[in-house]
């Protein structure tokens, strides 16, 4: 019992940590955006889906500034999952369409992560794509990823199938692109 409640303890000291040390770059986090949720909250993989979906159907319909913010969000969300590779790709194919896009600042989303304007503009994006008005687009275009995610084995299966590639070909051309390798 007091193990878990050290746990709980420790889970939400970890979620303060991290919007205190957002906050502390001159960035106010969203609570969508939390590692913790609760079950109002779409889990974040659920959240990064939603984002992929968006981007998808952006560039499908020849969008490429909304698919560019789509892909800003899904790697930022990528990033905080864990998924290095996918937010990787998702600054590739922001960089392929737009080479002078404020993502090739940095060498990576993790990087960018780290510095105000890069989390002041995210934050604008957010408000611009908000979660209910992502899950609204979603809807009008007909798209429903309900229960999609249980398919894929990985979380990283998942996003890449949602960027319409698989992960070796995503490796494969984040490595291609990467200067330093």
Known sequence: ???????????VTRS???QLTLRHAGYRLAEQYTLSHDGNMPADIELLGIYLHLS???????QQIKRD?????SATIAEKLGLGTIAAYCRKLILDHNPGHMVGHWSSIEDAMTNADFLNFVR????????ERAEQMLLEMGISGEG???????????????LGT???????QVEDSDPDG
Request: hydrophobic share 35%.
């Open 69 to 73: 913010r789509c892909l800003v969000l």
């Open 16 to 18: 303060i940590a991290w």
């Open 148 to 162: 999609e995610r249980s398919a894929y084995y990985t979380d990283g299966e998942y996003a890449a199938a949602l």
């Open 56 to 62: 998808r159907a952006s560039q499908q319909r020849r």
């Open 124 to 131: 604008i994006v957010q408000r611009r794509y908000p979660l």
């Open 166 to 172: 698989n992960l070796d070909e995503i490796e494969r």
């Open 1 to 11: 019992m007091d193990g878990e409640k050290y746990q709980n303890r420790s889970a």
